[in-house]
């Protein structure tokens, strides 16, 4: 008798108790094994660049810090850091070094969460709980340094709004102390533990090949083996001067599968290099200014007289952070605003990491790219039929929708020249 394979889609999402923000997932199982994957994102855009092109470059930076509630610090500075490519504006260099401080402290923070977040996928609770409570302490220091827990409100073009006293420079210093004391608690928890590991080895591999065809980034890419990492590849703020080294599994003395457990411990080994940068760079932080400009007025009349266009790109947390500014000269709004956070280059590498996979294991291994969709969701491609419908738009409507946006935004003069 002739032996029949059996499969069934079960579609997961756009809402679910087991989704942290909202984007739809369309499974093929035969029996508990994932044999292929779709995934449809879009469901929280937020048009959040169209506002920023209503609003002049001091506004944009806090409204640039609300792309992500995880990774503000990121978007913050990467947009300051875009406009000052675009007109030249130098930072003085202890700005770099507290800019470094804060982001290396976002970093900490941003993976310690993920971490909280990956325990609580795995069922393990107790532990979910140790790490968020854990992750209060570097909380508790952002507050301190910049006023703010989240949004901090702490780059501005030019420089940074807040220097660093010796008494903020004690409490970062303690905080130090405090994770390098907890972290080898970490890392035999999230390492050491059997059933952790049963869970995660050999668990959404993604081999290095896949990860360089599916564009991921950050530790994601980083987890397959491969070395890259935009604070050793394109320095910025600091880094230049702290030779920073991609952490991979290999660098860390492990063996490279480029599955989930690699993921763990790719994240866990870069909070002990966060430490170290953090450290270097209390060190080594330089005397002068903390901003180029401080008088809010005479920086922004500056803007407005200026123009120009830049791309900048850095390594946030959950990978590369890409930036694109226009500022046209007269014009006290930004012309044009683009954004590509890492989520939006990491979802694709989640189909070869789903092929084979257990039904069980699919929480753990999307939570393992440590997705954003708040930051990743720049468009809504549906439309209202006639007949009162919904219609999606295919990539041809799209390209030609930006392209008569584009010429609407932006003069023909501007383009053409």
């Avoid at 947390?317 to 500022?327: A, D, I, M, N, S």
Wanted: proline fraction near 6%.
């Amino acid at each position: 008798m002739a032996e029949h394979t059996y499969t069934y889609r079960i579609p997961f999402g756009p809402v679910h108790p087991g989704l942290k923000e909202p984007v739809s997932f369309v499974f093929e199982l035969e029996g508990e094994r994932v044999r292929s994957m779709r995934f449809k994102p879009g469901w929280v855009h937020r048009g959040i660049e169209y506002m920023g092109m209503q609003r002049n470059p001091i506004q944009v930076i806090y409204l640039a810090e609300r792309i992500c509630g995880i990774c503000s610090v990121s978007h913050a500075l990467n947009f300051c850091l875009a406009v000052e490519y675009a007109l030249g504006i130098t930072v003085p260099p202890r700005a770099d070094y507290l800019r470094t401080v804060v982001a290396e402290l976002e970093r900490l923070h941003s993976h310690i969460l993920w971490a909280g977040v990956a325990a609580h996928m795995l069922g393990f609770d107790s532990l979910f709980y140790y790490t968020w409570r854990v992750r209060e302490e570097v909380m508790d220091v952002l507050e301190y340094l910049t006023g703010n827990r989240v949004n901090y409100g702490f780059m501005t073009i030019g420089g940074v709004r807040r220097d660093l006293t010796p008494e903020g420079a004690a409490k970062v210093r303690e905080n130090l102390k405090h994770y390098r004391e907890l972290f080898d608690r970490l890392k035999q928890a999230f390492l050491d533990d059997p059933s952790i590991r049963l869970r995660t080895r050999g668990v959404g591999v993604l081999p290095e090949r896949a990860a360089w065809e599916t564009g991921a980034v950050g530790p994601t890419k980083r987890a397959s083996g491969i070395p890259a990492d935009l604070r050793q590849d394109l320095p910025y703020c600091a880094y230049a001067d702290l030779a920073v080294e991609a952490v991979t599994p290999a660098k860390l003395g492990a063996e490279t599968l480029g599955d989930v457990y690699d993921r763990v411990l790719v994240r866990l080994g870069e909070v002990a290099q966060s430490l170290d940068i953090l450290e270097a760079c209390l060190d080594n932080l330089p005397s002068g200014p903390a901003v180029a400009e401080p008088k809010l007025t005479r920086l922004l009349n500056s803007l407005k007289q200026a123009g120009g266009e830049a791309t900048s790109a850095l390594e946030a947390p959950r990978g590369e952070v890409y930036h694109f500014v226009r500022l046209a000269e007269g014009e006290e709004n930004v012309a044009v605003w683009k954004v590509r956070a890492p989520t939006y280059a990491n979802l694709a590498a989640l189909v070869p990491m789903m092929e084979g996979a257990q039904i069980a294991d699919i929480p753990i291994i999307v939570a393992s790219i440590d997705p954003c969709l708040s930051c990743t969701d720049r468009m809504l491609a549906v439309r209202s039929t006639p007949a009162g419908g919904r219609e999606v738009l295919t990539g041809e409507e799209l390209l030609r929708l930006c392209a008569e946006k584009t010429r609407r935004v932006v003069p023909c003069s501007a383009l053409y020249g």
